[in-house]
């Protein structure tokens, strides 16, 4: 990143949120269902599967929790209805992780259990590393009754490849992303390079461990290390799967789909769009330009 996007990634806090809002547009499928699932009908006529995620994390109660539970009950019957090639994303932290983990185990376990009735599947992001071991305790004891949930792993944590073997028995369906939030040395890798090779490094280990795998990344590099690996292990497109996130890398998109590969597009909507706004921000290679125009254009 260059220094006025990094100058500029640092003030985000300062930066108004109409701004933030303006320039992040780009990212979020709107704040209602409907608007949403829209999206999610316009990419799925383009043959893009999607995966769905209500805005919101780190609730502080449990009426909040139970709140997002209903949502993403609703969410799920709405995919139904409408027939759309669209799972579930969701974050444990909303559902009550932090305020309360047996409940957070119950409303998760209610939503795996109407996906499964549904004939639909559940994702479990993951957040940063305070909620790690938790995650992953939540999704073994699911997987215990539930084979429809998935959870994700980030390849810059140094501890994934020991997490990865020790739930080799479950087989499970992962989505491997490189991991967004801002985490210490000791237990995250912080260079480029060396993320990439683990990313690699894990991926292989899935791969011919027969896991299904989201390879959710907009790299190209690590797209093209995976593209290799597919050919090399000879696997057919029904084994893994790209992922990407709405409004990112769309061109490297129109290349996998039309390669053959399936793709699946995150889609977050929701009213709660500030933080996850503000992580794709400080992705952006060129976020001062979007900031500084937004800024100009409001003055104006
Ligand atoms: C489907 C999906 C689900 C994810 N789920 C999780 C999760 O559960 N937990 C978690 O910690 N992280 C998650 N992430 C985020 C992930 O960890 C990375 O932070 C993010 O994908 C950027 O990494 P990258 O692999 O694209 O590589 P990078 O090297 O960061 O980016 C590669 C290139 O992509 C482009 N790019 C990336 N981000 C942006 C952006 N915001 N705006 C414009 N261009 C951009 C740039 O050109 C950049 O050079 C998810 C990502 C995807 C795609």
Same mark, same amino acid.
């Given at each position: ?34 608007? %949403? @699932?829209?999206? $999610?009908? &316009?990419?799925?006529?383009?043959? +893009?599967? *999607?995966? /769905?995620?209500?805005?919101?994390? =780190? !609730? ?80 073994? %004891? @699911?997987?215990? $009754?539930? &084979?429809?949930?998935?959870?994700? +792993?980030? *390849?810059? /944590?140094?501890?994934?490849?020991? =997490? !990865? ?136």
């Amino acid at each position: 990143m260059r220094v006025l996007d990094r100058v500029i990634a640092n003030s985000l806090p300062f930066v108004p949120k109409p701004i933030v809002r303006k320039v992040a547009n780009r990212y979020i499928a709107g704040e209602t269902l409907d608007e %949403a @699932l829209g999206v $999610t009908a &316009a990419l799925n006529r383009n043959g +893009i599967r *999607a995966t /769905l995620d209500i805005l919101g994390e =780190d !609730v502080e109660n449990l009426e909040q929790a139970q709140r997002a539970f209903h949502e993403n009950l609703t969410l799920l019957e709405e995919i139904h209805r409408r027939k759309l090639d669209a799972n579930l994303s969701i974050k444990l932290t909303q559902l009550g992780l932090k305020a309360d983990p047996k409940a957070c185990l119950e409303f998760t376990g209610r939503v795996v259990r109407r996906a499964e009735e549904l004939g639909n599947f559940v994702r479990i992001d993951m957040e940063d590393s305070s909620c790690t071991t938790d995650t992953l305790q939540i999704y073994r %004891a @699911l997987r215990k $009754t539930h &084979a429809n949930v998935g959870v994700v +792993i980030q *390849a810059y /944590l140094r501890r994934t490849l020991n =997490d !990865v073997s020790s739930l080799e028995d479950l087989h499970p369906n992962y989505r491997l992303c490189k991991g967004v939030y801002v985490e210490p040395t000791e237990i995250a890798f912080q260079d480029m390079a060396e993320i990439n090779r683990n990313y690699i490094r894990i991926l292989e280990k899935l791969l011919r461990n027969g896991s299904y795998v989201g390879i959710a990344t907009h790299d190209e590099l690590v797209v093209r290390e995976a593209l290799r690996l597919i050919r090399e292990l000879r696997l057919p497109p029904t084994a893994y799967e790209f992922q990407m996130l709405l409004g990112v890398g769309e061109q490297l998109r129109d290349m996998i789909r039309s390669a053959g590969h399936h793709l699946r597009v995150y889609i977050p909507f929701g009213s709660d769009w500030y933080a996850y706004s503000v992580r794709r921000l400080k992705e952006n290679p060129r976020l001062a330009g979007y900031v500084l125009r937004a800024m100009f254009k409001n003055a104006g």
